[in-house]
Structures are given as structure tokens and as C-alpha cells.
């Protein structure tokens, strides 16, 4: 395994011009690049499977910690905020590559595995987050997909393929049954995603429970035990924090006034929006222009 991860650090050290994240040129790979700790801090990632090649990170989601370093793969199956922080330095730098779960990949997949699998696989329960250890058949191919990507005639006839790989051995390991159920949109797994697809829509607008609820075909009292649950938050506290993450990303993107930006994000107040921010990151927005860039991603 070691020799497999020496490989990979190679090959993603030669496409990362800079630290930070590097997308290429095939949808929804990212390369992940960092020299130095980042100290813990609100994020949000999208659904995606992020490979950690060298270095460590800790994702904490409500009083759950998630470790994931290298030869760990993350399975991220809903768009939650949490906190991460991660361990790195420029002699070890962290090192890795996000798959993005993409709508269309998915469905390409699911029709492709419609005829040899159930219809309708068992519910198993479902965390949205969880570390898994690589194995060797899944090294072989995370390495197959990043050779891809130092050859664009190879990355334009295989590359998708090659990303289908991957995500097939991660259907066969630990947290298969955790992509079964993004695939096949079961059960409260389901009604939660169609609820956190709602709430991404409509971030600005003020919230009403019961429509939400019966959006989803739920009861008010289901719908947040649903999120406690699954995500240690409630609807509420879920769409302050959007909020928030899209305000850091505005923020990082023009030079709009404070107010501006709350009024963007659905806060009527300029006042309450700036108190929740520094509650949020530590820092008032104003002071948060230049460290903003990293709040919306699939990795860091």
C-alpha cells in the first residue's frame, strides 16, 4: 500500500501548481493540496468521495469525530456543514483527490447497475459522513484515474470510466450501502436529500416547517427528528448555516457591502447577520474577506 500512496503523492504534486484546490479538466475531480494545519473550521461538502493520500484531517459533525488520513477515503452522501480541520506541513504535505457524486454520473450508474442489482437493495442506516481504509483494488484504480490526468487524449476517451471505477469499489467496500441509498433514493435518506435540496433552492426565503414537511411528505415532528438524527442539527440551525457559507463565499468573491451580502443570503438584518457570522467563524464578516475562499468546497 505504501508504494501505491507514494505514487499517487506523486502524481497529484505534479498537477498542483499552488496549495489549495486544483479542478481538472475531468467534471468533478478536484485535487487537494496543503502545507500547513488548518485550524478547525465551518465547511460544507457536497456529496463526493474525497481520497486522503498523505496527511490527516478531522471532521467533526455535532459530537461525532471522523478520522481520515492517509489511505482513508471519505463518503460524503449529503451537503452538511461541519467543522475540519487539518494537519499538514511543508515537509508532509496533505495531499488528496475529490470525486464529486454528481446527479447525472449517478444516474448514468444506476441505470447501467439496474439490470444485475435489487430494485429495491435493503435500508440499511445511513451516516452522511464516514472514513473507510483503502484497499488495494480501489488504490490501483484512484492511481489508474490520476495517471489519466496527465495524459488529455487518455483523460478524454477513459477518464469518466476511470471515475466510474472508483466509485464501484466504494459501492463494494464498508459504506457501499451508504451510495446504495443515494442512488436508489430510499426511504427518510431520500425525503432528507429532496428537504436539503429544498432548503439550497430557497436559502434566502424566510423558512416555514410545514411546508418543508410537506414538501417531503413528512410531519414537522419527523422532519426534525430526521435531521437530528442525521445530520446532529435542525432545519432551522441548517439553513443559518447555508446562510452563513454562502455569505463566506460572496464575501470571497466581491467587495459587496456587509449589508448587501446579508440582504443576499435572506437575513433582513445587517446587525443579526454580522453577531451570527463572528458567532459562526470566530471573526466579523468584514474581517473575513481574504480567508472566505474555502467555506463551499469539496475538500479542505
Do not use: W
Amino acid at each position: 500500500m505504501q508504494m501505491a500512496l507514494t505514487r499517487m503523492q506523486q502524481l497529484i504534486r505534479a498537477l498542483s501548481p499552488a496549495p489549495g484546490y486544483t479542478p481538472t479538466d475531468l467534471p468533478g475531480v478536484t485535487l487537494l493540496y496543503s502545507e500547513h494545519d488548518v485550524a478547525r473550521t465551518p465547511l460544507m461538502y457536497s456529496p463526493s468521495i474525497t481520497v486522503i493520500v498523505q496527511g490527516t484531517k478531522i471532521g467533526h459533525l455535532g459530537t461525532h469525530r471522523v478520522f481520515y488520513g492517509e489511505g482513508h477515503y471519505l463518503v460524503q452522501t449529503l451537503p452538511v456543514p461541519f467543522e475540519c480541520e487539518t494537519f499538514a506541513s511543508p515537509d508532509a504535505p496533505m495531499m488528496g483527490v475529490s470525486i464529486a457524486l454528481r446527479p447525472e454520473l449517478m444516474s448514468d450508474i444506476l441505470v447501467r447497475l439496474s439490470d444485475i442489482t435489487p430494485a429495491h437493495p435493503t435500508v440499511r442506516p445511513t451516516a452522511p459522513m464516514s472514513a473507510v481504509h483503502l484497499d488495494n483494488h480501489m488504490a490501483d484504480n484512484v492511481i489508474r484515474l490520476l495517471e489519466c490526468l496527465h495524459d488529455p487524449i487518455l483523460q478524454a476517451v477513459v477518464g469518466q470510466s476511470r471515475v466510474i471505477e472508483v466509485i464501484l469499489d466504494v459501492l463494494r467496500g464498508e459504506q457501499g450501502h451508504a451510495i446504495q441509498a443515494l442512488l436508489h433514493h430510499q426511504g427518510p435518506f431520500s425525503r432528507l436529500t429532496k428537504a436539503l435540496q429544498y432548503l439550497h433552492a430557497h436559502y434566502e426565503e424566510p423558512l416555514n416547517i410545514q411546508t418543508l414537511a410537506c414538501h417531503v411528505n413528512m410531519s414537522a415532528s419527523t422532519l426534525h427528528h430526521q435531521f437530528k438524527r442525521l445530520i446532529c442539527t435542525s432545519p432551522l440551525q441548517y439553513l443559518k448555516q447555508i446562510r452563513l457559507l454562502k455569505a463566506r463565499m460572496l464575501l470571497s468573491q466581491d467587495r459587496l457591502p456587509v449589508s448587501h451580502v446579508a440582504e443576499a443570503v435572506g437575513y433582513k438584518s445587517p446587525s443579526q447577520f454580522s453577531r451570527e457570522y463572528k458567532r459562526y467563524f470566530g471573526v466579523p464578516p468584514n474581517d473575513d474577506r481574504q480567508s472566505a475562499g474555502s467555506a463551499v468546497r469539496p475538500g479542505l
